[in-house]
DNA sequence: CAAATGCTAACTGTTGACAGTTGCCAGTGG
DNA sequence: CCACTGGCAACTGTCAACAGTTAGCATTTG
């Protein structure tokens, strides 16, 4: 209910309503409450209650440094690890996402949201996947705080086609270089939706 | 309480008697536990209950390579952010853990995390701290599985002087490879002491 | 008129009790 | 003697009610 909206973003989680709206009661609720707490999407303060949780632009600057780091070390090892079908394989998601972007012109970040996930998966490492997950999952509530744009899908997509031409020729320079950039490039988008700019001083490198 | 083996790895956690010990009620403890589960420092089964969670090797060594992938990042953010005197106080921290081991042989891992969490603390990343810290947790408790060995604190020492030593002279290349010599060198000290070997095939590089 | 104070309603924190499930053990039949 | 079944005890899942706190509002006072 959060990341899809139906909580806005900073509301509080009213626990009486919201018991009797899911036909629970307030017990399994606040357990419930608590694991979203760990998994950061709402903070609880005491005696007030718990808020869906809202987000500084230092904050999401943070979240896609955390990506960049997860993420990079998962191409590391799968420029050791990933099979050919593995490659493959990432290369038919890769042509079905554009397909279907060309049939519907909407939806722009789910297709690259499981591009990465799926990139992480083949890492072949549980404890980085989950925490890649729980970084998506702030990331997009994150972004649910501003209006959608659908802009920037293109670009996307040949950047991912460029990781996967680097995985394929085992180019561990270049496939962190070209994620990292890409990395860059989403977070700058991500802000520019948001309304303001980064600070950075520092993608000179 | 299952950081400090009070409670016993793979134990069950019985709510009633628990609850009766802290002296608090069933519900309160019940979400405490979701928040350990978020942690990953127990695994819940429907209507069996809670238990400490337990590692395989594989799982272990996952732990390490996620370890990697946050503290190779934190040290690569460093060499463009860290200033002069955070860089001495790292040193002065070193000092005074050598001179609390020459006074003290006992206690190795403590001061490590310490100076781990402290090197990704300066990084100035909150989300990244705060998943290093969640990966220690885990680490400890997987290694609170096996006896202490007290080995390994004179090399530790010294690698950590020369992560330092690599950071002042801003060098990324050479920082980043001895932490990660450093962490495989951790890995290995900590499997070995749970009784087996690793697996992989990989450290030709 | 403004600031401080007391009151009230709403909500969270906690508790004890009830219902449903699981695992174990004795008893029974092959 | 072994496998199976029925019952039982312990425990988890859930609920409704009570206590304590907070925020807002009306009232009072300088």
């Given at each position: 209910m959060?990341l899809?909206?139906?909580?806005?973003?900073?509301?509080?989680?009213?626990?009486?309503?919201l018991?009797a709206?899911?036909?629970?009661?307030?017990?399994?609720?606040?357990?419930?409450?608590?694991?979203?707490?760990?998994?950061?999407?709402?903070?609880v303060?005491?005696?007030?209650?718990?808020?869906?949780?809202?987000?500084?632009v230092?904050?999401?600057?943070?979240?896609?440094?955390?990506?960049?780091?997860?993420?990079?070390?998962?191409i590391?090892?799968l420029?050791?690890?990933a099979?050919?079908k593995?490659?493959?394989?990432?290369?038919?998601?890769?042509?079905?996402t554009e397909?279907?972007?060309?049939?519907?012109?909407?939806?722009?970040?789910?297709?690259?949201?499981?591009?990465?996930?799926?990139?992480v998966?083949?890492?072949?490492?549980?404890?980085?996947?989950?925490?890649?997950?729980?970084t998506?999952?702030q990331?997009s509530?994150?972004?649910?705080?501003?209006?959608?744009?659908?802009?920037?899908?293109?670009?996307?997509?040949?950047?991912?086609?460029?990781?996967?031409?680097?995985?394929?020729r085992?180019?561990?320079?270049?496939?962190?270089?070209?994620?990292?950039?890409?990395?860059?490039?989403?977070?700058?988008?991500?802000?520019?939706?948001?309304?303001l700019?980064?600070?950075?001083p520092e993608?000179?490198?």
């Open positions: 959060i899809t909206g139906e909580i806005p973003v900073g509301a509080r989680i009213n626990e009486v309503t018991s709206e899911l036909g629970v009661s307030r017990g399994p609720l606040r357990e419930a409450v608590q694991r979203l707490r760990g998994e950061g999407l709402v903070t303060i005491s005696h007030r209650g718990a808020f869906v949780r809202t987000f500084e230092d904050e999401i600057i943070d979240l896609y440094e955390l990506r960049a780091a997860l993420e990079l070390h998962a590391r090892l420029c050791r690890r099979s050919a593995d490659l493959s394989d990432l290369d038919e998601m890769l042509l079905q397909t279907a972007m060309r049939a519907d012109g909407d939806r722009v970040y789910p297709p690259d949201m499981d591009f990465h996930m799926r990139l998966s083949l890492a072949g490492n549980q404890a980085l996947v989950a925490r890649a997950l729980e998506h999952h990331l509530l994150a972004r649910s705080m501003s209006a959608r744009s659908p802009v920037r899908a293109q670009t996307a997509i040949a950047e991912h086609h460029a990781i996967v031409e680097s995985l394929k085992q180019d561990v320079h270049a496939a962190t270089d070209v994620m990292e950039s890409h990395l860059d490039h989403a977070r700058e988008s991500a802000l520019a939706a948001l309304g700019k980064a600070r950075d993608l000179s490198a």
